[in-house]
């Protein structure tokens, strides 16, 4: 695989690169076609491309095994990782049946909550257990990545739970900031703040609109 270092916003298309190759059956990929199907703009195709493949040829296009193994590769999409969800709200539940996070390497295999009511073990690809339960499963299913969907009043407990249980990657969709030992990376996810954003730009502000623009 060609060695490259990919920015942020390239590795933020990988996913959808992947998708369309995975639907096409030619030998080759035409970047000019792949961009008016995804809609995006061609220099910018043929850039993401280059980055991943030094096979590309004018007028014949990238060889598809070659890109479709080398963006396995990359997002890890052959061997996900396994990753955990602490809280089987609504906004939980919907994290764990997107299926889209497998395309970045990763596989939701359970949620736990400490509602009796919401634990339902029947489900197989990704059960609801109880929270009691978090620690012994993460410790056999070797989880070390795991999603807080709780309230803010739940969210440092649940974090401390997730460290217990040998987690050391935290996404944190809960509105405040967690305190963890070093070594424990945390995403925070404030989805009130973004969809902000969006609206400052529609009354507007629309400099809140290029900020993630490459």
């Known amino acids: 695989m060609k060695k490259t270092t990919l920015s942020k916003a390239t590795l933020g298309r990988l996913p959808m690169y992947l998708r369309y190759i995975r639907s096409q059956s030619d030998e080759r990929i035409s970047a000019s076609e792949m961009a008016r199907v995804l809609k995006l703009g061609e220099v910018l195709v043929r850039k993401d491309m280059n980055c991943i493949s030094d096979q590309g040829r004018p007028k014949i296009g990238y060889?598809?095994?070659?890109?479709?193994?080398?963006?396995?590769?990359?997002?890890?999409?052959?061997?996900?990782?396994?990753?955990v969800v602490v809280g089987a709200g609504k906004l939980g539940l919907a994290l764990m049946r997107y299926k889209g996070f497998q395309d970045f390497g990763l596989r939701i295999i359970a949620g736990f909550d400490s509602d009796v009511q919401k634990v339902d073990?029947?489900?197989?690809?990704?059960?609801?257990?109880?929270?009691?339960?978090?620690?012994?499963f993460c410790r056999?299913?070797?989880?070390?990545?795991?999603?807080?969907?709780?309230?803010?009043?739940?969210?440092?407990?649940?974090?401390?739970?997730?460290?217990?249980?040998?987690?050391?990657?935290?996404?944190?969709?809960?509105?405040?900031?967690?305190?963890?030992?070093?070594?424990?990376?945390?995403?925070?996810?404030?989805?009130?703040?973004?969809?902000?954003?969006?609206?400052?730009?529609?009354?507007?502000?629309?400099?809140?609109?290029?900020?993630?623009?490459?």
């Open 121 to 136: 073990a029947s489900h197989e690809e990704c059960p609801v257990l109880p929270v009691g339960r978090l620690e012994r």
């Open 63 to 83: 060889p598809r095994q070659e890109l479709l193994a080398n963006l396995e590769e990359i997002l890890g999409s052959r061997d996900c990782v396994p990753v």
């Open 140 to 214: 056999e299913n070797g989880v070390r990545v795991g999603v807080i969907a709780v309230p803010e009043a739940a969210a440092q407990s649940a974090c401390d739970a997730l460290i217990a249980s040998g987690v050391t990657s935290i996404w944190n969709f809960a509105p405040c900031q967690l305190t963890t030992p070093d070594g424990v990376a945390v995403q925070n996810e404030n989805l009130a703040l973004s969809l902000a954003h969006l609206c400052l730009g529609e009354r507007g502000g629309r400099g809140a609109r290029d900020e993630n623009v490459s």
